[in-house]
């Protein structure tokens, strides 16, 4: 007689147990949902998107209030974006980019559940942090970056291409980022919440220029040569430095508070130096390629920013916070979704064929973009920032709605 029964043992699935003999499965941690560090991570976060515009539009607009009711709603929202949110696409976008790149060990099994734990734990204690004793949110929600770091560290160190240990002084920027931040509210010292984000929004930027300006490129060469339209643009390592160098001086000027006329004019120089670098990949010529003109369309809006931001500064024509919304949007939304569609499609064996609800999903953020820089720029009101927020939050769900079953189940054979 057969007796079968299903139960959990250590990290071990049992299904059953057949003449006293324990049948067991692979463990809980090697399913398809922990094979890579996209299919958690990208999971979650575009699942989170839309969840934190609920939240955090609801108390916009004066229907509830969030749990830390005494910490300015801005900060909480641009807390959130970068450590919430953003945190869990960049963590899936960095892990899973490593292997194939930079040829280090993939993140996978039990030590990407941890990752994905702490990233959840984090968001339930930011949350909860008004119930819970004072120190206990800022330690939950700081750890995920120290533990990214010690885990990749090993292995970029074995790298042949030493140009990969740069990620490392971005993650403890961020990681220093969020400690100020958790300081800055326990001590209720808002100017020094206000430079946490701006500290942790430069290390997103750096890393943005960092692995965009190597992806990008790259894509766009393999696109122009399968088109017959050119090849790929001539690596330029001195146009490189200083496109890194001068996003640095003008994180370091802005948080040390230096006279505007100098933290707009490396503004300025942003915008020219990335407009030539942007200029010589030639994107333009593969604009019919959609994951090819997404990822161009980040970099246009990355030069707005710049931009933007030297007008701010130099003239005060623009409200300064204008840059960091063509930033957040426009640029780090269409790199996003971009780059979450190419991983998505090509590391679950799909062919690079864009659904159309990501075509949608790309319009939808480009079109966010314009809507909440025009509200910030000629203050348009409530209902036209909740609109552009509706559209941000819509891209990600669409992203989900198209991808949530890809991301956990078996990849499809090649």
């Not at 931001?309 to 003239?315: F, G, S």
Request: glycine residues 8%.
């Amino acid at each position: 007689m057969q007796q079968f029964r299903e139960s959990i043992v250590g990290d071990s699935i049992v299904e059953g147990i057949h003449e006293g003999r324990e049948i067991r499965l692979k463990p809980l941690h090697s399913t398809p949902l922990w094979s890579s560090a996209f299919r958690p991570f990208y999971f979650l976060g575009a699942l989170y998107a839309p969840l934190l515009v609920i939240a955090w539009l609801g108390a916009y607009l004066g229907l509830w209030n969030l749990p830390a009711a005494d910490v300015p709603l801005q900060f909480q929202h641009g807390h959130e974006f970068i450590f919430g949110f953003s945190a869990a696409i960049i963590t899936g976008i960095v892990l899973t980019a490593l292997p194939s790149w930079a040829g280090t060990e993939e993140i996978c099994g039990s030590r990407l559940v941890l990752l994905v734990a702490l990233w959840l734990a984090g968001r339930m204690a930011f949350w909860a942090a008004p119930w819970l004793p004072s120190l206990v949110a800022p330690v939950i929600d700081c750890a995920l970056f120290p533990i990214v770091f010690l885990m990749v560290t090993p292995q970029l160190l074995r790298a042949s291409n030493r140009l990969y240990l740069l990620l490392l002084p971005v993650l403890l920027a961020l990681f220093a980022a969020n400690l100020i931040y958790h300081h800055g509210v326990l001590t209720t010292n808002y100017t020094q919440v206000w430079q946490a984000l701006r500290l942790a929004l430069y290390a997103v930027i750096v890393l943005y220029v960092l692995k965009g300006g190597v992806l990008a490129p790259i894509f766009t060469g393999n696109a122009l040569r399968e088109k017959g339209r050119g090849d790929q643009a001539p690596f330029n390592m001195k146009l490189e430095i200083a496109a890194i160098g001068f996003v640095l001086l003008l994180a370091v000027l802005e948080l040390a508070a230096a006279p505007a006329g100098w933290v707009g004019a490396a503004a300025l120089a942003c915008a020219l130096v990335h407009g030539w670098r942007t200029a010589r990949w030639k994107g333009w010529r593969v604009a019919d390629v959609p994951l090819i003109l997404v990822m161009h369309l980040g970099f246009g809006w990355l030069l707005v920013a710049f931009v933007l931001k030297a007008i701010a500064e130099l003239t005060g024509i623009v409200p300064e916070i204008a840059w960091v919304h063509a930033f957040t949007v426009g640029s780090l939304g269409m790199m996003m979704l971009g780059l979450m569609t190419r991983v998505s499609l090509r590391h679950t064996g799909r062919p690079l064929v864009v659904p159309r609800a990501m075509l949608i999903a790309y319009g939808l953020m480009f079109t966010a973009a314009l809507i909440r820089l025009a509200a910030t720029v000629l203050g348009l009101g409530n209902a036209v920032v909740a609109l552009a927020a509706c559209f941000w939050a819509a891209a990600f769900a669409l992203y989900f709605m198209a991808f949530w079953k890809a991301l956990v189940t078996p990849s499809a054979p090649r």
